[in-house]
């Protein structure tokens, strides 16, 4: 089990650092897709975890990236 909530965290983790440097090049839509990998990434290590506050935290961020996908291609 702690190595899923590793590997979970540190795929998020990565997906993070690529978010921050998409943006950085201003690759637009793809930094809305890598923040929207590492966010799912980190909800479901909250949910294995019991960790409410991060929780809270990476749903927000799900919803404002897939907000921002519909507003990219739609």
């Known amino acids: 089990m702690k ?3 590793d590997i ?3 795929t998020g983790t990565l997906c993070f650092m690529a978010m921050y440097t998409l943006m950085s090049m201003n ?3 793809w930094n809305i897709v890598a923040g929207l990998s590492g966010s ?3 909800l479901i290590w909250c949910l294995r975890v019991a ?3 991060q ?3 990476n749903a927000v961020g799900i919803i404002v990236c ?3 996908l519909v507003k ?3």
């Open 8 to 10: 979970l965290q540190w």
């Open 55 to 57: 929780m809270v935290v």
């Open 3 to 5: 190595k899923l909530n």
């Open 40 to 42: 799912t990434c980190y």
């Open 51 to 53: 960790n409410k506050p």
């Open 66 to 68: 897939l907000v921002g």
């Open 27 to 29: 690759i637009y839509p």
């Open 72 to 74: 990219a291609f739609g």
